[in-house]
C-alpha cells in the first residue's frame, strides 16, 4: 500500500525559505508523477507545484503566485520529493499535500502545516 509522509513544515518569519520532503514507500515511486497541493483555512485546495516521473519540470506547472520561489525536485533513488520554498510570504500560509498519480493510482499524504508569520 502507497504511503506519503510529509515533514519540513514549520513557523517561519516573511523572506524565509522551509524544505518540505516527501517520503513514498509501498509501490515504484519512479512510476508516479507527484505534485505539491496547499490548503488554506476556508479556501480550496490548490495545486503549488508538478514534476513527472522522471523528474521534468517547467514553469507551466507553477502558479504566477509561488513562481520564481518555490522549486519542486525528486530524488527517485530515494523515494522522496521535495519542495523548496523561499522569500515565504504570509499568504503562503497553508497544510502543504503531497500527492502521487500514476493512471488511476492517486495518493495523497496526510500534510504538513506551514505557517509565515513574524
Known amino acids: 500500500q502507497v504511503q506519503l509522509v510529509e515533514s519540513g513544515g514549520g513557523l517561519v518569519q516573511p523572506g524565509g525559505s522551509l524544505r518540505l520532503s516527501c517520503v513514498f514507500s509501498g509501490s515504484i515511486f519512479s512510476l508516479y508523477d507527484m505534485g505539491w497541493y496547499r490548503q488554506a483555512p476556508g479556501k480550496q485546495r490548490e495545486l503549488v507545484a508538478r514534476i513527472s516521473a522522471r523528474g521534468s519540470t517547467n514553469s507551466a506547472n507553477y502558479p504566477d503566485s509561488v513562481k520564481g520561489r518555490f522549486t519542486i525536485s525528486r530524488d527517485n533513488a530515494k523515494n522522496t520529493g521535495y519542495l523548496q520554498m523561499n522569500n515565504l510570504k504570509p499568504e503562503d500560509t497553508a497544510v502543504y499535500y503531497c500527492?502521487?498519480?500514476?493512471?488511476?493510482?492517486?495518493?495523497w499524504g496526510q500534510g504538513t502545516q506551514v505557517t509565515v508569520s513574524s
Open positions: 500527492n502521487v498519480i500514476w493512471g488511476v493510482n492517486e495518493y
